[in-house]
């Protein structure tokens, strides 16, 4: 089962229960479907996770662990694929998510050359904010549909190649 794929790459729940940091959660995080490796959850993990990554505001982790644990999908993989945005994506990612909010809006792109100084940085983020946060929303959410169903199918793949390599199985009886 995919199980084994995923438990490679898992933390252990017992260590995230016990942690210091996040005793506020209290008894939300002894749900076990937080920490199961379901179909279902591992789907909506991947919904969450990739869809807070697009999101361009401090905390995305944060973020996707409160959803997960309100959605009950597996917290590891919701706040793990957060990562997919990091200090080497952001750029490209974000200024792709730019474009399609630009190109939505029907707006002309802002064309600057980067400085590292707060005000520019105030400036030109007045002057992005909208398109920036239209094509990260529309992007992380259509990503993050397109990962829930693709481990849905991969899923569902995985089991019927399981079941088929089984002694006794579709392909045994075949030959």
Known sequence: MPRKLFK?????GEQ???????????SHLHDPNLWHLTRRSVSRAFLIGVFCAFLPIPLQMLLA???AIICR????FSVGLVWITNPLTIPPIFYF???IGTFLLGANPQEEQFQLS???ITESLSLIWWPLLLGSVLTGAVLGIASYFMIQLFWAWHVGKSWRQRPGGKDQNNS
């Open 8 to 12: 490679k790459y898992m933390p252990d």
């Open 65 to 67: 662990a409160m959803i």
């Open 16 to 26: 995230f229960k016990r942690h210091k940091h996040l005793s506020w959660l209290g």
């Open 97 to 99: 998510t730019y474009k």
């Open 118 to 120: 707060l005000q520019w």
């Open 73 to 76: 999908s597996n917290l590891p």
